[in-house]
Nanobody
Framework: QVQLVESGGGLVQAGGSLRLSCAASGSIFRGIAMGWYRQSPGNEREMVAVIRFGGSITYADSVKGRFTISRDYAKNTVYLQMNSLKPEDTAVYYC???????????WGQGTQVTVSS
């Protein structure tokens, strides 16, 4: 059973924009947190942005001021608006859902974002 489905990746020139979407099942979407993570070749997966049940948001320092995470409760979807993209943003972007504290985490299949210089 597919629980998280990402979309919106692609190839863009430096300075451009992309919007990623993550459609989640309701039980995951309404959990304690939803987030975006990324992994580039040879590097560990890193947190990009997290939005919590109470509305608090955390961004990685490298994306502050350029990326915006948001959620649409009507669509059970979390978005990542990425502006002023840089070549170093190139990675596979993953959506993660954390429904319960200390409980199972759910990952999407990932979507490739490539930023050309």
């Amino acid at each position: 059973q597919v629980q998280l489905v990402e979309s919106g990746g692609g190839l863009v020139q430096a300075g451009g924009s992309l919007r990623l979407s993550c459609a989640a099942s309701g039980s995951i979407f309404r959990g304690i947190a939803m987030g975006w993570y990324r992994q580039s070749p040879g590097n560990e997966r890193e947190m990009v942005a997290v939005i919590r049940f109470g509305g608090s948001i955390t961004y990685a320092d490298s994306v502050k001021g350029r990326f915006t995470i948001s959620r649409d409760y009507a669509k059970n979807t979390v978005y990542l608006q990425m502006n002023s993209l840089k070549p170093e943003d190139t990675a596979v972007y993953y959506c993660k859902g954390s429904p319960l504290p200390g409980g199972r985490e759910y990952w999407g299949q990932g979507t490739q974002v490539t930023v050309s210089s």
